[in-house]
């Protein structure tokens, strides 16, 4: 089955841009519809984006539309996560992940869905 390595995190300050990436190996990754998490000290993980098996269908959650962009490269087993405008708020550890479908779509907002789970990418923005 795939396994998930993310990168890319760091610390920026508010206003600034990061892009995470999620090398995925092991596996076919473009079987995979892919998502991003996050999890802030002291609280639950939230869903932050989704894309379909082949990129062509993606969800946000509320707060980081028109900020964040998931995207990935099925010849490279890579997705991303372009965030800009980053907020304080934001701070967490984020973390990828694959469920394995036969659909090509973008509704796996809930952690449940997903099978496989990268080790999280820490994102500190300051203000």
């Known amino acids: 089955q795939v396994q998930l390595v993310e990168s890319g995190g760091g610390l920026v300050q508010a206003g600034d841009s990061l892009r995470l990436s999620c090398a995925a190996s092991r596996g076919t990754f473009s079987l995979y519809a892919m998502g991003w998490f996050r999890q802030a000290p002291g609280k639950e993980r939230e869903f932050v984006a989704t894309?379909?098996?082949?990129?062509?269908?993606?969800y946000y959650a509320e707060f980081v539309k028109g900020r964040f962009t998931i995207s990935r490269d099925n010849a490279k087993n890579t997705v991303y996560l372009q965030m800009d405008s980053l907020k304080p708020e934001d701070t967490a550890v984020y973390s990828c992940?694959?469920?394995?479908?036969?659909?090509?779509?973008?509704?796996?907002?809930?952690?449940?869905?997903?099978?496989?789970w990268g080790q999280g990418t820490q994102v500190t923005v300051s203000s």
């Open positions: 992940a694959a469920h394995l479908t036969m659909s090509d779509t973008s509704s796996y907002t809930s952690s449940g869905w997903y099978d496989k």
């Open positions: 894309v379909s098996r082949s990129g062509s269908s993606t």
